[in-house]
């Protein structure tokens, strides 16, 4: 069996919606189809929960119909048949009419389990759309509601073994099925609540059903063919990798490729599923497969990430002294702060976070233990490769690429597949094209 995610740009229309069937009809195989919600959707209904929060009921009702109002274009052009645009019709009507009960004084005060309610709304929509559609065209599909099987436990982490028994279970009992048309992004947690897997979490779904059934592979469409070598969006002539490894591909999704939910290669790494990254405008493309898979000695991608904050304690008791960097630490775990990097000299002490909303406590905590320096408007550029002990040249290659670039932090050894550098924001672009003509010289994918 197959998983196969589909992003919000991919059904994003009633022409990609129709491309997507396409796509799913071709593949062999009994398939896990995986939506997110069409594109700007779960945007749209964060901004409607945001006024239903701040008692903006008129405006909330009024982007609830704009929002409606879209989705019944796309219904009438989705669907061939009066029938099949009317059942639509009436079950977007449904949903939407849903939203807006929400949109009273009553809702504010318990907003947060309303917030998970609503933005459900957008996969639920989808998926619904979607599996008519399959049904409209006779292709043998059935919808799976994925509060049936995806769930998350009390500290907000999936229940693998629950997931697993429960899919298992559903795809024996429906062997007749030959696509099962289910909801990326959102689940229930311990307690029985509508919850979600956090912004952008369809492809950790994808993931956590493909490791769930151990899938014969996890296709992840998107809107662009693969990962790349280098940002395609600053720099010129890059191209799509054949193949990475699991490890490679976590640095590099972590540390800005955009195209891959961070978390997503966990599971199906733990599974060794392969998964493969696929462009829905495209099909005909290869894309990448991240497996188990040899990494070359040298760079095999760059990324970067901005938003970056980099924060230097100094502190010459630290000199020969242990549990300074356990103190530092602790501030950053009060403050649920994750840190990214983090480079040491025998005084100080430099990490960097992308979270900066409790910067102002962090410093102000961190000031107890040494003196105390914030730059932000940094950006982190992520080399993804084999930078094992064994290997030579990597580092001089990505040193004199960057000649004219100011350095803030360098992170070298913290893992075999990753060597991760600090940069103005300001500089990210001319460090991304260096590095390109720098490191990838004679390279072919
Ligand atoms: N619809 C959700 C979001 O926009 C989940 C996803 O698309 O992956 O974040
Ligand atoms: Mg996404």
């Not at 242990?322 to 602790?330: A, M, P, S, T, V």
């Amino acid at each position: 069996m197959k998983v196969l995610k589909f992003g919000g740009t991919s059904v994003g229309s009633a022409k990609s919606i129709k491309e997507v069937a396409k796509i799913v009809a071709n593949i062999e195989g009994r398939k896990i189809v995986v939506l997110s919600a069409m594109s700007q959707t779960t945007n749209v209904l964060h901004k409607i929960t945001d006024f239903i929060a701040t008692s903006k009921f008129v405006e909330a009702e009024n982007t609830i119909d704009e929002l409606c109002a879209k989705y019944k274009d796309v219904i009438t052009e989705l669907y061939s048949s009066d029938a099949y645009r009317k059942q639509a019709s009436a079950f977007i009507e449904e949903r939407f009419d849903f939203i807006k009960s929400y949109a009273h004084e009553g809702s504010v005060a318990v907003i947060e389990g309303i917030e998970k309610i609503i933005v459900a709304q957008g996969e639920i929509l989808s998926t619904n759309m979607f599996a008519m559609y399959l049904e409209e065209i006779k292709q043998n599909a059935s919808l799976l509601s994925a509060f049936d099987f995806m769930r998350i436990d009390e500290a907000g982490e999936p229940d693998s073994a629950f997931i697993t028994e429960s899919l298992g279970a559903i795809t024996e009992a429906n062997p007749q099925t030959d696509i099962f048309v289910t909801q990326g992004y959102i689940c229930l947690n311990h307690v029985g609540d509508i919850d979600n897997l956090k912004r952008g979490g369809s492809d950790y779904s994808a993931s956590l059903i493909g490791a769930g059934i151990v899938a014969e592979e996890i296709q992840i469409w998107t809107d662009i063919d693969g990962m790349h070598n280098n940002d395609p969006r600053y720099v010129d002539n890059t191209f799509s990798l054949k193949e990475i490894s699991f490890d490679e591909a976590a640095e590099l999704a972590y540390f800005g490729a955009k195209i891959l939910h961070p978390q997503s290669v966990i599971p199906a790494k733990e599974k060794n599923v392969p998964v493969l990254l696929k462009d829905t405008f495209n099909p005909e493309s290869p894309g990448t497969i991240i497996k188990n898979c040899e990494v070359p000695n040298r760079v095999r991608a760059i990324a970067a990430k901005d938003g970056i904050t980099a924060i230097k304690i100094k502190s010459y008791r630290m000199l020969m002294a242990y549990g300074f960097l356990k103190n530092i630490f602790e501030v950053f775990e009060k403050y649920k702060t994750s840190i990214d990097m983090v480079t040491t000299s025998e005084v100080a002490v430099s990490l960097t976070i992308d979270d900066a909303s409790h910067l102002a406590e962090i410093t102000k905590e961190l000031e107890d233990i040494g003196s105390v320096e914030v730059d932000d408007n940094l950006s982190i550029i992520c080399l993804a490769g084999d930078f094992s002990s064994k290997q030579k040249g990597a580092s001089a290659a990505i040193f004199n690429s960057l000649t004219n670039i100011p350095i803030r932090m360098i992170s070298y050894g913290g893992s075999n597949y990753n060597v991760s550098l600090v940069v103005s924001t300001d500089d990210k672009i001319p460090a991304l094209r260096a590095l390109n003509e720098g490191v990838f010289d004679n390279v072919v994918s």
